[in-house]
């Protein structure tokens, strides 16, 4: 099998040959996976291999060569590496065989590739590969055609499990790759048995991808006319396109329902959802004619409530300011008593700030103010009061709104649109009161804002107080407030000391005496529980991991990945060489350092909810943080934000939020892979980027969600030059929206716009990013290399 497997190898690849060096002796390659001259690492290793070849197989260096040809995108090399690698019965024997059959599989080899996965299963059936190589072999089956011998290893697996494990059931990828090689040899009864199974059997709140192929193989079959399924079969289709935002094919079974099953129990959420489905398109005058129907064909229907809301929304966007005032009109009208009144109070201001005309929107606040007393909705009301003016640079009246905002119980926070917090509030009041000139009450106001690791109302306010500092007109009162500190950091007990220094980094700028502030706040915090020690997984310790775990292939094989850098493939041959021993070392720290940092943020993020929140940023650098903020997929990251000009800490700032780094997560809103994109955007960029025949599942390829992300933010900062507030609300609530809050503040400082992000969801988002890219930017450098502590 050994010379046929090489064979095929040589047939599919055109290796080529490496070019005549002088020999010279071996050097070290320890942590050489790590490094950025893949180049002049993969020079070292041929010049290695020309020395010594028996050293070099020994020390499993045609594995680490065969590692790095991949990252440098040269298959041939890496093939031929990892066919040598393979031919030894060790640790990395599995390895070597799974990436071959993966670089044949792209190649188009597929009888090459089912060759290496059998000789896979079958040498190392216990192996970590192993179970992906099964997997892998049965999709190779079907791509190739092969579907006789696809629905033998399904049903294979079907009998495996068992009559006595009914529960135990193969995965559902699985069953409908079964149903479709049943379709591929004519056994349609069976093959629509499972289809219809995987539908009934699915979530149907968040179907899956499994459900949207399933119906988009039935709606494909040429034995099943559209107009002959019954209404709850367009319903139950209509909403998993749906959901998966494939509005065009939603449409067309909702609009079976309105057209020939009128009086359907679900005949007015059929028409709402074809409206919904145009909203989310943005086209509003399609969407407002399907809101309008639902208004008038069903208004005792509760959905009847959602298309008059929705109506409002549409004909603000088109700039029918009459028209959306008359809805929210009607919605008051007819349900006074409504838990969601209070949006057809507040939305017509912002309906009337859009048109330029403030005098009414400040009269429509006022008035839903007055209405909601006492309610959440009257601090929304107050809320927008204090932006408006904030947007026409009325200062005082600003100051009175915040003022009065302040006296609130429930300021909404995150949990409604248009909400706000204490520290946005207060911030907001620093930000006003420096305007007006009253330094030494706006220091006080921004020192009230907590700063730390999650704040990023405390970041703001902290870098307002910089910026005071380097001033002349506020250099007095930042003088005096300064010297305050100083007085309280030099006296009290040593909590006191404690927040008068942190408060006195907020305000200096002088580096000397920046670090010397900073060395008194470690030597305090290292006295102060709850600040003396940053919390951490347990860390990986080598000796105890390889020296103390015996002599077995997979351990040596693990150290060898290890030294080489090759941290996540090692976690998972010490993870099976420690399967049965109780005092297993931790693993979380290499996790943490590769490209499964998932698993380490996963375990690391829990011990640090403990952690005070206005421990001090610039003290949050040590190892322990890279735990919480740990930087995957690092070169690709590198590669594609340096070719589009953007920093790649914002990109993983966001990569963190939208996935913590998870390559294969799915939202609830259809978002797919690292950076979540949805199936309307991620088609926009492959169109931008030339790529032909893409599909939504190759967003979950950890390259192409990066690519996706990098050229999307790229655009997007092209709209909002030098903004990257704007680009992260951009990302979740979209670049229209931005422009329309943009407008709404009448600048272009993020110190006035954040606070008009009316999506609460977007608003909370745009502040977690940009914590993340603040602590990014903290540890790392552009390049992504730690920075010195």
Not at 90 to 95: A, E, Q, Y
Not at 434 to 439: L, M, S, V
Request: with cysteine; proline share 5%.
């Amino acid at each position: 099998m050994r010379f046929l497997v090489s064979a095929i190898i040589i047939l599919t690849l055109s290796t080529g040959t490496l070019s005549a060096q002088s020999p010279a002796p071996p050097v070290p390659f320890s942590n050489a996976f790590l490094r950025d001259d893949l180049a002049a690492v993969l020079s070292e290793l041929r010049l290695a291999e020309m020395s010594d070849p028996a050293a070099f197989a020994a020390a499993d260096l045609d594995y680490l060569a065969a590692k790095m040809s991949l990252e440098t995108g040269d298959h041939a090399a890496a093939a031929a590496y990892f066919l040598k690698a393979s031919a030894r019965p060790d640790g990395l024997g599995g390895f070597s065989l799974f990436h071959l059959a993966g670089v044949l599989r792209a190649s188009g080899g597929f009888l090459p590739e089912r060759v290496l996965l059998e000789e896979l299963t079958l040498y190392y059936p216990k192996g970590f590969a192993a179970e992906a190589a099964g997997r892998r072999n049965t999709e190779n089956f079907f791509e190739s055609g092969d579907h006789l011998s696809t629905i033998r290893r399904i049903e294979s697996l079907d009998r495996a499990a068992g009559p006595a494990n009914a529960a135990i059931d193969t995965s559902r990828p699985d069953r409908l790759m079964l149903a479709r090689s049943l379709d591929a040899i004519n056994e349609k009864a069976r093959s629509r048995q499972i289809i219809d199974e995987l539908i009934r059997t699915d979530d149907p709140a968040e179907p899956d991808d499994v459900s949207l192929e399933a119906v988009r193989i039935l709606d494909a079959s040429s034995g099943e006319s559209v107009s002959e399924l019954l209404p709850a079969d367009h319903m139950a289709r209509g909403r998993i396109y749906q959901f998966n935002r494939d509005f065009v094919a939603a449409r067309r079974h909702f609009l079976e329902i309105v057209n020939s099953h009128s009086g359907f129990d679900s005949a007015a959420e059929a028409t709402y959802l074809i409206g919904r489905g145009y909203a989310l398109e943005r086209n509003f005058p399609d969407a407002m004619d399907w809101f309008e129907r639902v208004a008038e064909q069903y208004p005792m229907d509760p959905i009847a409530k959602d298309a008059l809301l929705q109506l409002g929304s549409a004909y603000a966007r088109v700039g029918k300011a009459r028209e959306s005032v008359a809805r929210y009109s009607r919605y008051i009208d007819s349900y006074p008593e409504d838990e969601r009144l209070d949006r057809a109070y507040l939305n017509p201001v912002d309906v009337a700030r859009d048109l330029g005309t403030d005098v009414e929107a400040l009269r429509r606040a006022a008035t839903a103010a007055e209405k909601f007393r006492g309610k959440t909705a009257e601090a929304q009301a107050v809320f927008a009061e204090a932006r408006i003016h904030i947007s026409l640079a009325d200062w005082p009246k600003a100051l009175d709104a915040l003022d009065r905002l302040l006296q609130l119980n429930d300021l909404g926070g995150s949990r409604v649109p248009g909400g706000t917090t204490r520290d946005e509030v207060s911030f907001l009041r620093g930000f006003v009161l420096e305007q007006i000139g009253r330094f030494p009450e706006a220091i006080d106001t921004f020192l009230g804002v907590p700063d730390g690791r999650n704040s990023y109302y405390g970041w703001r306010a902290t870098e307002r107080l910089q910026e005071l500092g380097d001033s002349t007109v506020a250099a007095e009162a930042i003088s005096v407030a300064a010297a305050r500190l100083r007085t309280e950091a030099a006296a009290g007990d040593s909590e006191r000391q404690r927040k008068a220094l942190q408060a006195l980094l907020r305000i200096i700028t002088n580096e000397g005496e920046r670090n010397s502030v900073l060395a008194r706040l470690r030597e305090i915090y290292s006295r102060t529980p709850g600040y003396s020690q940053l919390p951490s997984p347990e860390p990986f310790t080598p000796a105890r991991a390889f020296d103390e775990m015996g002599e077995a292939p997979c351990i040596a094989a693990a150290r060898r990945l290890y030294d080489f850098g090759i941290y996540d493939e090692a976690s998972f041959l010490l993870s099976e060489g420690n399967a049965d021993v109780k005092d297993a070392p931790s693993l979380t720290e290499l996790f943490a350092k590769s490209d499964l940092a998932f698993i380490g943020v996963r375990a690391a993020e829990p011990l640090w909810k403990p952690l005070p929140a206005d421990f001090y940023p610039e003290l949050l650098v040590g190892d322990e943080a890279r735990y919480v903020y740990p930087v995957p997929f690092r070169r690709r990251l590198v590669v594609e934000a340096g070719e589009r000009n953007i920093d790649p800490r914002l990109l993983l700032s966001i990569m963190r939020q939208e996935s913590r780094f998870r390559p294969d997560v799915k939202s609830s809103a259809a978002a797919r892979g690292l950076m979540q994109f949805i199936p309307s955007t991620s088609r926009d960029i492959a169109r931008e980027l030339a790529i032909t025949n893409f599909s939504d599942e190759h967003l979950f390829d950890a390259g192409t969600a990066i690519l996706f992300g990098s050229q999307y933010v790229s655009g997007l900062f092209r709209q909002f030059p030098n903004q990257p507030e704007a680009v992260a609300a951009s990302y979740n609530g979209g670049e229209d929206n931005m422009q329309r809050w943009l407008t709404r503040s009448k600048a272009q400082s993020p110190d006035r716009y954040v606070s008009e992000i009316a999506f609460a969801q977007t608003k909370e988002y745009v502040l977690k990013v940009m914590s993340n890219y603040r602590m990014y930017q903290l540890l790392y450098d552009e390049q992504l290399r730690p920075r010195s502590q």
